[in-house]
């Protein structure tokens, strides 16, 4: 079985502070993926890597930068957190292009809280 | 550009009554489907999919068809369970875009017993 994980369940910081999200996959998976989930807002993607050191923008990158230095992790960083970035972040990984499978295996989320 | 819209929740059922929820989807060419589920406290995780039209998804008592001619996927089950409380979301994905899934805002089921 696929297995996503992530660093964190559960995370409190202040505002201003630098904030790292760990998301490791266990499958070779090319396509890694964050993002963020809202009550009434859905999912929304934050930031997308569909290979090493490759990332792509996703629907709301604004305050956040991405890393993925070898395959299996993909870290999301909050530069500068802010209160309004309180939210559930969910990390997923897929096959990808050479697969030619895009069913989304997801971590189990990390709960943040920025005070 | 790509878009799922799912039925809006929450939908409240009674232990083994019948379940659908309705997704349909706007995208070019031929897209994947998919239907998810989040569980309270998880992440999601794929309850089944289908890749062509006329395909149908199963799993766990659960089906979807791809009907390419009305965009539509809905999910069913015949005898819902107080398990199968959850949120559910439609999601679709093609390779022309790189894989990415657009997803529907989910929708929230609670079976009583």
């Known amino acids: 079985d696929v297995k996503v994980t992530q660093s964190s369940r559960y995370l409190v910081k202040r505002t201003g502070e630098k904030v790292f999200l760990e998301c490791v996959q266990d499958?070779?998976?090319?396509?890694m993926f964050w993002y963020r989930q809202d009550p009434g807002l859905g999912l929304r993607l934050i930031y997308f890597?569909?290979?090493?050191?490759?990332?792509e923008k996703g629907d709301i990158p604004e305050g956040y930068s991405v890393s993925r230095e070898k395959k299996e992790r993909f870290s999301l960083i909050l530069e500068s957190a802010s209160t309004n970035q309180t939210s559930m972040y969910l990390c997923?990984?897929?096959?990808?292009?050479?697969?030619?499978?895009?069913?989304?295996?997801f971590g189990p989320g990390t709960r943040l809280l920025v005070l | 550009g790509d878009s799922v819209t799912q039925m809006e929740g929450p939908v409240t059922l009674s232990e083994e009554a019948f379940l659908t929820i309705n997704c349909t989807y706007t995208?070019?060419?031929?897209?994947?489907l998919f239907w998810y589920v989040q569980y309270p406290g998880e992440g999601l995780q794929l309850l089944l999919k289908?890749?062509?039209?006329?395909d149908k998804g199963s799993n766990k008592g659960f089906e979807a068809t791809y009907r390419k001619e009305t965009t539509s996927f809905h999910l069913e089950k015949g005898s819902v369970q107080v398990s199968d409380s959850a949120v559910y979301f439609c999601?679709?994905?093609?390779?022309?875009?790189?894989?990415?899934?657009?997803f529907g805002d989910g929708t929230t089921l609670t079976v009583k017993p």
């Open positions: 999601a679709l994905s093609r390779w022309t875009n790189a894989g990415k899934s657009t």
């Open positions: 995208a070019t060419g031929y897209p994947s």
């Open positions: 997923a990984s897929s096959l990808g292009l050479a697969g030619r499978s895009w069913t989304q295996y």
């Open positions: 499958m070779d998976h090319e396509n």
């Open positions: 890597s569909y290979d090493v050191k490759m990332k």
């Open positions: 289908a890749t062509k039209a006329d």
